[in-house]
């Protein structure tokens, strides 16, 4: 009888143990699952690939009809209608870390030419004090660093936003960003334009868009905004520095002055810019002003107070590019110009628009064209 007792006892402690080790078994997969969520979320929004990753984009298309005479009556060159799938773009973003991120956008325009519009590394240390390096917007004007169409008025940009401000403006550069007290800064060295290409018409053709840029020459930019109210922003930015040049480098800077305002139905912007070039060093046949100036101011006004917008618009736009020259260089009245745009918004969403304007271009030559314009735009 002792002898059953005890087997039955052993047989008992043998599935005890084995019961138990099965348990324990268990019980460290669960801890070591448990422990592995737990890191995750200590890890917040970037432990999930899905989460890293930003994608979104914009796109606009237009339609443009030249009057075939100009502002004096005389005949200009038969150019049809032309419709353009003018800029298709497409954002892509990758949360490293809280701390690292990379920032990108790749453009198509006139649907068959492709274009990094830029590409950085942003360490964010603190809403105050952070730093970017890469291929990056430079911090200048109103419409470079948010040119989404449905964010402005107008089928076209201005004039003065691509001539003497030459969006959308991109080179390598680095430097650092942040906001406090109710001002929000940039601080970069950059890459400077290109001066061999610059003419009477401004410096647009100067951009070296990051494609195996010339870095011998190197500029600094500053901007500085304040955004105390929500519905207004009031800002300043500064270039300063030297373009590339195949003879000299060439003296090259841009300060502009902008405000804009958002207030209930009320669409405002304005901006003044002057800017100065070495012009004497570059040669006469460029054309090249030493002084260019400008300004615009666009206003608007929803007048349906609902989620769909229908804004009126106007924008008054005087700019010179020849505002003063060199000697040896020929002042062309053709660079004095004023256009005058009249044309009305939809957006049946926030981030759908339709556009149609027209443009009254004149300069002191007298050979300003007018045109009609449509657009339709988007962005996510």
Known sequence: ?????????????????????????????????????????????????????????????TYTNNRSENESG??????????????????????????????????IEHADEIYLEFAQLDYNYS?????????????????????????????KRSDIESKIIPSTWREHGLGLFGESHDFEYHVYLMNSLNGDSFSSSGVRSGRQKGSQATARSLSYVARLDWKKLNWLTLGASAY?????????????????????VNYKNLYARALY???????????????VGEKLHGFYVELGYDVVPSELVVMPYVRREHYDTQDDVPAGV??????????????????????????????LQENDAKTGVDSFNLGMGWHF
């Open 1 to 61: 009888m002792q002898v059953k007792v005890l087997a039955l006892f052993v047989a008992f402690v043998c599935s005890l143990s084995a019961h138990s080790a099965t348990e324990l078994e268990n019980l460290s997969k669960k801890v070591d699952a448990l422990s592995k969520e737990i890191t995750l979320l200590k890890m917040g929004s970037t432990s999930s690939w899905t989460d890293r990753v930003s994608i979104g984009g914009y796109g606009e298309m």
């Open 74 to 107: 005389s005949k200009v060159g038969g150019a049809n209608p032309q419709v353009d799938a003018l800029r298709h773009v497409l954002y892509v973003g990758y949360k490293f870390n809280d701390r690292w991120s990379m920032l990108s956008e790749i453009e």
């Open 127 to 155: 809403k105050a004090l952070n730093f970017r390096a890469g291929l990056l917007l430079t911090p200048v004007g109103i419409v470079n660093q948010m040119h989404e169409p449905a964010t402005f008025v107008g089928v």
């Open 240 to 260: 300063v520095g030297k373009a590339n040049s195949s003879s000299k480098d060439v003296g090259h800077n841009i300060f502009d002055g902008h405000a804009l």
């Open 273 to 287: 810019v002057h800017s100065s070039i070495d012009a004497k060093k570059l040669p006469a046949s460029q054309n």
């Open 330 to 359: 020929t002042n062309s009245k053709a660079t004095k110009v004023e256009n005058t745009v009249l044309g009305i918004m939809v957006k049946p969403l926030d981030n759908i628009s339709f556009k149609a304007d027209y443009t």
